[in-house]
């Protein structure tokens, strides 16, 4: 969770595999979702290997990421739609 934090407090890309993609994302919101479940809210940039759509908000599950990186490449600007009171969230623990 600490790198997650240092990626969103720099504005920092990040990628890690999840459910056998890997996905390049913007991180956003960090937090605790309804289900008790630490969570990224993130603007998904890129998928390797899957068909699924990019460009997108997407939340993912802690405790299925892997191999998470922190990239060079930062971003400067919050995505349309984004909400940083997000109410599918219980628990906030970090934003841009």
């Not at 993609?21 to 913007?26: A, G, L, M, P, R």
């Not at 809210?41 to 939340?59: D, H, L, P, R, V």
């Not at 599950?61 to 919050?78: A, S, T």
Request: include cysteine.
């Amino acid at each position: 969770m600490e790198e997650l934090s240092k990626a969103i407090g720099a504005r920092l890309l990040i990628q890690f595999s999840y459910s056998g993609e890997t996905f390049v994302v913007e991180p956003h919101l960090l937090g605790k979702n309804k289900n008790n479940q630490d969570c990224l809210c993130a603007w998904q940039i890129e998928t390797a290997g899957a068909e699924s759509a990019t460009n997108q908000w997407k939340c993912f599950l802690l405790n299925d990421m892997q191999n998470l990186v922190l990239l060079e490449q930062r971003f400067c600007k919050k995505r349309p739609g984004y909400d940083p009171y997000d109410n599918s969230m219980t628990r906030i623990y970090y934003r841009i």
